[in-house]
């Protein structure tokens, strides 16, 4: 499941960031990377659609720390369901960050 060992054309990557807030003065950002396999007679036969989700706090400007990191395959019969945005929010009035993502035997609709 490396991409990096997939042939060249094999695959495209998109990459999507959304900042999903602040906390405690710090930016809270979301990023989204898909690898999508367009033409499976040039993939190998490890080559299946991967996703990987990061939230990143900015901790100074410029300066990221990763606290959250999925991984996995994409579609019904995968390591991931469906991978939906994070949010931002406030039970009890205190800022709290939630992933929303359907992993098989979540009870989560599959």
Known sequence: MDPSKWP????TQSTKVDLL?????HRIYQ???????P???KTTAD????GVKRILVERHPNEFCMIFEEEGTLGPAAEIVEIDPATVD???????IFTH???????GPH
């Open 8 to 11: 060249r054309g094999s695959f």
């Open 21 to 25: 807030g602040t906390i405690q003065k």
């Open 31 to 37: 990023v989204l990377q898909f690898y999508i396999h």
């Open 39 to 41: 033409d499976p007679q």
């Open 47 to 50: 080559a299946v659609e991967v």
């Open 90 to 96: 406030y039970p009890n009035g205190e800022p709290v």
């Open 101 to 107: 993502d359907l992993i098989p035997g979540t009870g």
